[in-house]
């Protein structure tokens, strides 16, 4: 009986952590830019380069509205996206594809925090020097935010691991699923103990790596 709790265990937390990494790529492609041109297109006195108050404004409201979902209504709701996808809603797949969509505006916040730290007089000195606006995002704004943006990218991560397991109860998969299916609904605690342990340990191992590397960022500044 050990010996299949464990491979329960191996099996669905293999599953999260492929649906947390996919979904902490897919979020970062779609956030990075959001959250860059949130900033860059805000107002001078907040950073801002290219100023498009209206633009900004569209950008912030839709971010905002994305943002005020709660992940299992949003999962629900984004259904119909997975299906068109992938062709199906329910495995760990598919949950990537909410999971993605889900996280992306909270990840351009992130960004868009962590830009904002940037010291403006870095930002001043490179126009001066004649940059164009490409040069000081790519070359300027992101290298100085580095620190931050590796910070806030933890954050997303662990956020992803706690809506992943959100996702094992409408047919996600990982260890929110093995915690319902197997733990809740077959009554069995060791099988519930396990899944938030290792659940536990993920969010730890996380945290750690994440505030290793942003120190080490830091010191080499």
């Known amino acids: 009986m050990n010996t299949m709790i464990f491979k329960l265990v191996a099996e669905s937390t293999l599953q999260t952590i492929q649906m947390v990494f996919w979904s902490t790529v897919f979020s970062l492609?779609?956030?990075?830019?959001l959250g860059?041109?949130?900033?860059?297109?805000?107002?001078?006195?907040q950073g801002g380069i290219i100023p498009r108050p209206v633009l900004n404004e569209i950008l912030s409201r839709v971010v905002n509205v994305l943002r005020s979902f709660p992940f299992l209504i949003l999962?629900?709701?984004?259904?119909?996206?997975?299906?068109?996808?992938?062709?199906?809603?329910?495995?760990?797949?598919?949950?990537?594809?909410?999971?993605?969509?889900?996280?992306?505006?909270?990840?351009?916040?992130?960004?868009?925090?962590?830009?904002?730290?940037?010291?403006?007089?870095?930002?001043?000195?490179?126009?001066?020097?004649?940059?164009?606006?490409?040069?000081i995002i790519v070359k300027v704004m992101l290298?100085?935010?580095?620190?931050?943006?590796?910070?806030?990218?933890?954050?997303?991560?662990?956020n992803l691991i706690g809506y992943s397991a959100m996702a094992g109860t409408i047919g996600g998969g990982?260890?929110?699923?093995?915690?319902?299916?197997?733990?809740?609904q077959r009554f069995r605690s060791d099988v519930m103990f396990a899944a938030v342990v290792v659940t536990i340990i993920l969010v730890e191992l996380v945290q750690f790596v994440g505030n290793r590397i942003s120190s080490r960022l830091i010191a080499k500044r």
């Open 29 to 33: 492609i779609m956030g990075l830019p």
């Open 36 to 45: 860059v041109l949130l900033h860059v297109t805000d107002k001078e006195d």
């Open 75 to 135: 999962m629900i709701l984004l259904m119909p996206v997975a299906r068109f996808i992938l062709g199906t809603t329910i495995g760990t797949k598919a949950a990537v594809v909410s999971l993605s969509i889900a996280a992306a505006p909270f990840v351009a916040r992130i960004i868009e925090t962590s830009l904002k730290e940037v010291d403006p007089g870095v930002v001043q000195a490179a126009k001066a020097m004649g940059s164009t606006n490409w040069q």
């Open 143 to 158: 290298p100085e935010a580095l620190p931050s943006l590796v910070s806030g990218v933890t954050l997303t991560i662990i």
């Open 174 to 184: 990982g260890l929110g699923d093995l915690a319902i299916r197997y733990g809740y």
